[in-house]
């Protein structure tokens, strides 16, 4: 998994082609199938092998909502930091 690839695939023993969704932290991505997209995977890589961890749709969409949510709370914080970075610096003109 490369966490600086736009988009990253694994190979399921089962379910084949998976796409990931989002990092959910630096050994945890959120998986779904490719085509159906109605399976989500929590996979982990503990650097010996990939872990596949079932999870149900409400639970991903949860998951995703938080990770969104702290995605977003960052943007909007640097966002206001380069803004008033940005006032301040032509308050003077």
Known sequence: MNPESAETYINHPT???LYR???VDEAQDLF???YAQRL???VV???KAL???PIGRTEARMLLEIVCGLCVAMV???STISFRV???AHSND
């Open 40 to 42: 989500f995977f929590l």
């Open 21 to 23: 969704i989002c990092m």
């Open 32 to 34: 779904t199938t490719l």
């Open 45 to 47: 890589n503990d650097m």
């Open 86 to 88: 940005f006032s301040n």
């Open 51 to 53: 872990k596949f961890q």
């Open 76 to 78: 909007n914080h640097r």
């Open 15 to 17: 379910w084949g082609l």
